[in-house]
């Protein structure tokens, strides 16, 4: 089991920026690919940006590419997501989740944080 550990959500005007954090304390986080989903009301977890566990290969949705970075510090076993220029439609539940493989698709990530809301007011 792997707990993962999610921080850094918030309200924040559009175009603003915001840094979300998912630690695995006590983990070799360097195993595992890391993922961050999100899911606003009413529709499905999408996914946002994933990462391998050495930190080589990047991947993010379309919607947000230019915007967000995802990174990985595996000395602190913390995963991070950078969010730029932040819009009210990237208002969601943000998750973390990990996993053997960094991909787009949320049912081959194995351990899920709990989530943390960021909001952006228009």
């Known amino acids: 089991q792997v707990l993962l550990v999610e921080s850094g959500g918030g309200l924040v005007q559009a175009g603003g920026s915001l840094r979300l954090s998912c630690a695995a304390p006590g983990r070799t986080f360097s195993l595992y690919a890391t993922g961050w989903f999100r899911q606003a009301p009413g529709k499905e977890r999408e996914f946002v940006s994933a990462i391998g566990g050495t930190g080589a290969s990047t991947y993010y949705a379309d919607s947000v590419k230019g915007r967000f970075t995802i990174s990985r510090d595996n000395t602190k076993s913390t995963v991070y997501q950078q969010m730029t220029s932040l819009k009210p439609e990237d208002t969601a539940v943000y998750y973390c989740?990990?996993?053997?493989?960094?991909?787009?698709?949320?049912?081959?990530?194995?351990?899920w944080g709990q989530g943390t809301q960021v909001t952006v007011s228009s």
């Open positions: 989740a990990a996993g053997m493989r960094a991909t787009y698709a949320a049912g081959d990530y194995v351990y």
